[in-house]
């Protein structure tokens, strides 16, 4: 496992986890030469990639650049979900990859059930049951998405930014602060509402497990150190790790490197 690298890529940049060392690389118009700069500097071949993608057309650039280079033995996270046993998935392909890893992650840790929160380009809420039987979850826009949509439909607030500074007020005075209340306490007013209501529904009100994750997480800690809640954690990197949770179950599936 110590030459595997995983890689996710999300809608706004790409994740990368080899061994310990995280690297985030947003998709600017210099992104596929600074992942080169970190393969070339970090990676140590022979080496197995593994990833996700919900963003096709970055990760098949990167990819593209993967398959030209020796030694490197890259796999699509989607061809080995459908053998994997730690989450119950009656139709995968109608649930994004990175919902999944996520909760693969987060059970393979916590046990069952759970729920995971991930606020990237979109916040997902998702749940298994005790049985591990993914039950769904919830899908809305993020907060630097909702902050964008205001940016692009409103003239006056096209240079607008979000205020991470915690205020212990709601109601403000100053635009940019009224929009960063608006956003911050909207999203973590929802996503409480939406946990309470799963608890509610699928475990007669019990305190369940909730990890929370994703890039989007710093605007929200303030409200997350704040909630009374016994059992919430935060886990940077869940969907990185619920992908080398995967691969050290089905390792019969992946190349072995241990002759070479």
Same mark, same amino acid.
């Given at each position: 496992?110590?030459?595997?690298?995983?890689?996710?890529?999300?809608?706004?940049?790409?994740?990368?986890?080899?061994?310990?060392?995280?690297?985030?690389?947003?998709?600017?118009?210099?992104?596929?030469?600074?992942?080169?700069?970190?393969?070339?500097?970090?990676?140590?071949?022979?080496?197995?990639?593994?990833?996700?993608?919900?963003?096709?057309?970055? +990760?098949?650039?990167? @990819? &593209?650049?993967?398959?030209?280079?020796?030694?490197?033995? =890259?796999?699509? #996270? !989607?061809?080995?979900? *459908?053998?994997?046993?730690?989450?119950?998935?009656?139709?995968?392909?109608?649930?994004?990859?990175?919902?999944?890893?996520?909760?693969?992650?987060?059970?393979?840790?916590?046990?069952?059930?759970?729920?995971?929160?991930?606020?990237?380009?979109?916040?997902?809420?998702?749940?298994?049951?005790?049985?591990?039987?993914?039950?769904?979850?919830?899908?809305?826009?993020?907060?630097?998405?909702?902050?964008?949509?205001?940016?692009?439909?409103?003239?006056?607030?096209?240079?607008?930014?979000?205020?991470?500074?915690?205020?212990?007020?709601?109601?403000?005075?100053?635009?940019?602060?009224?929009? +960063?209340?608006?956003? @911050? &306490?909207?999203?973590?007013?929802?996503?409480?509402?939406? =946990?309470?209501? #799963? !608890?509610?529904?699928? *475990?007669?009100?019990?305190?369940?497990?909730?990890?929370?994750?994703?890039?989007?997480?710093?605007?929200?800690?303030?409200?997350?150190?704040?909630?009374?809640?016994?059992?919430?954690?935060?886990?940077?990197?869940?969907?990185?790790?619920?992908?080398?949770?995967?691969?050290?179950?089905?390792?019969?599936?992946?190349?072995?490197?241990?002759?070479?």
């Amino acid at each position: 496992m110590e030459q595997t690298l995983a890689i996710d890529f999300g809608n706004s940049r790409m994740k990368i986890l080899c061994g310990k060392d995280f690297k985030a690389i947003r998709y600017n118009k210099n992104y596929l030469e600074n992942f080169k700069k970190y393969f070339y500097q970090k990676v140590q071949k022979p080496v197995r990639i593994l990833y996700s993608s919900v963003n096709e057309r970055n +990760s098949n650039e990167v @990819i &593209n650049f993967l398959v030209s280079q020796p030694d490197v033995y =890259i796999y699509n #996270i !989607k061809d080995l979900i *459908s053998k994997q046993r730690k989450v119950n998935i009656n139709n995968y392909f109608w649930v994004g990859t990175d919902r999944i890893l996520g909760l693969i992650s987060a059970a393979e840790e916590f046990g069952a059930p759970v729920l995971t929160v991930d606020f990237g380009t979109a916040v997902t809420i998702n749940c298994i049951d005790e049985n591990r039987n993914f039950l769904g979850g919830v899908i809305f826009p993020g907060i630097e998405l909702q902050l964008k949509s205001l940016q692009e439909n409103t003239f006056f607030l096209k240079n607008v930014q979000l205020k991470k500074e915690p205020s212990e007020k709601v109601i403000e005075i100053n635009t940019e602060m009224a929009i +960063s209340s608006g956003i @911050i &306490n909207s999203v973590w007013g929802g996503v409480a509402y939406i =946990i309470d209501t #799963i !608890k509610r529904e699928f *475990s007669a009100g019990r305190n369940i497990p909730v990890i929370f994750t994703g890039g989007g997480f710093e605007y929200i800690r303030p409200k997350f150190e704040q909630w009374e809640y016994e059992k919430k954690y935060f886990r940077k990197n869940l969907v990185l790790e619920g992908i080398l949770v995967l691969a050290r179950s089905i390792k019969q599936y992946l190349i072995g490197f241990e002759s070479k």
